[in-house]
């Protein structure tokens, strides 16, 4: 019964399951299923608002994407699409998430989105999928983001996945994204810096993993960022609370200001001991904050300092990396593509699906 998801819908349920901290892996596996309704023989938009269905509701601008293994199939409604797949899928292709709903698996998604999105764009959904945060479903650019998630697929498992399918469309696509895929990514700024400096028209040699680790020199970058980093927002909070408090109140107030204080600076002298210990094993930290990802001429400016201490410190010739990032067509380039994979106010028909 019910429907099997694929494509930006089983994506968008996918962020909707990390979000209320649902494991994947325990998930039940099943068939492909002929797609039914539940209270009805014919699909029709107001069945979609009943209370059995929780997932986002098909609508023109945002269409429910639904797999099925034949053409006759089909569900003839303008704002569901239909995506055949006749040939038998390996075992644990689909998953149930509810009595009504099932999606494919995170390594199957992958490959369909490679049809979809950009190489950059499918490069940090890689990220995003190997990796411990998950982006909103409504507005994946913008909306808020879950952190310290568990992963829901591998490199690895992505990999082994596309060898069982290899006539499947999308996995040529797949296979070349997933070369510049880490795993365990901990945040999207983290994912994002990876990106921009693995890709073919990146700036600076690859990365091996985030928390960032050069290829060619023992440097790295740790991202300090603002939100999903150091409270300062609750600190903030926190300190108005003192001087809104009533007198009864004061106390626990100041409890709570003191707490949350001793909270934001055990992480930062956490991070200064965790560049200390690296330093002593001979690497470099560099942080970088979301300043750094503003805008193109920022994140050039943090690269020439990076390269400037290959070259100065351990002696590596850095030349040919310099004139790139000097390269005015290469630097529209990487422009564009910052723009492609930021935050950027886009509404949320053109977002849909996009990071």
């Not at 569900?75 to 509810?98: A, E, M």
């Not at 409504?138 to 992963?151: A, F, K, Q, R, Y």
């Not at 503003?294 to 300092?305: A, H, Q, V």
């Not at 410190?313 to 529209?332: A, H, M, S, Y």
Request: include cysteine.
């Amino acid at each position: 019964m019910g429907v099997t998801l694929c494509h930006l819908s089983a994506l968008d349920v996918v962020r909707i399951l990390r979000a209320e901290s649902v494991e994947l892996s325990e998930l039940d596996t099943a068939q492909l299923a002929k797609p039914s309704t539940w209270t009805s023989k014919r699909w029709c938009a107001r069945e979609f608002a009943k209370n059995v269905w929780r997932w986002p509701q098909p609508s023109q601008a945002q269409h429910l994407h639904i797999l099925i293994g034949n053409r006759n199939d089909r569900v003839r409604l303008s704002t569901v699409d239909s995506h055949i797949i006749t040939r038998k899928l390996p075992n644990g292709s689909i998953l149930r998430v509810d009595a009504n709903t099932c999606i494919v698996c995170p390594e199957l998604l992958f490959a369909q989105l490679a049809e979809v999105f950009s190489l950059p764009t499918l490069v940090m959904l890689g990220y995003e999928l190997c990796g411990h945060f998950s982006r909103n479903a409504l507005d994946p650019l913008n909306g808020n983001v879950t952190m310290e998630l568990s992963p829901v697929t591998s490199v690895d498992d992505i990999r082994g996945y596309l060898a069982l399918v290899p006539g499947l469309r999308g996995v040529m696509l797949a296979r070349e994204a997933l070369r510049y895929v880490c795993d365990h990514a901990v945040s999207p700024p983290e994912a994002l810096l990876a990106t921009m400096y693995s890709l073919p028209d990146g700036s600076a040699p690859r990365f091996r993993y985030p928390d960032l680790q050069f290829s060619f020199a023992p440097l790295g970058i740790n991202y300090d960022g603002e939100e999903d980093h150091l409270d300062l927002d609750g600190l903030i909070k926190a300190a108005q609370h003192v001087c809104s408090a009533d007198a009864k109140d004061v106390e626990e107030a100041r409890r709570d200001l003191a707490a949350k204080y001793e909270q934001v600076r055990g992480k930062v002298v956490d991070d200064k001991l965790r560049n200390a210990q690296l330093a002593s094993s001979g690497k470099i930290i560099f942080p970088a904050t979301k300043e750094d990802l503003s805008d193109g001429e920022s994140l050039d400016r943090f690269t020439r300092l990076l390269l400037g201490c290959a070259s100065t410190v351990f002696g590596v010739d850095t030349t040919e990396w310099i004139q790139r990032l000097d390269n005015t067509e290469e630097k529209r380039d990487r422009n564009a593509l910052l723009r492609e994979l930021s935050p950027g106010g886009m509404p949320r028909g053109a977002s849909h699906g996009v990071l």
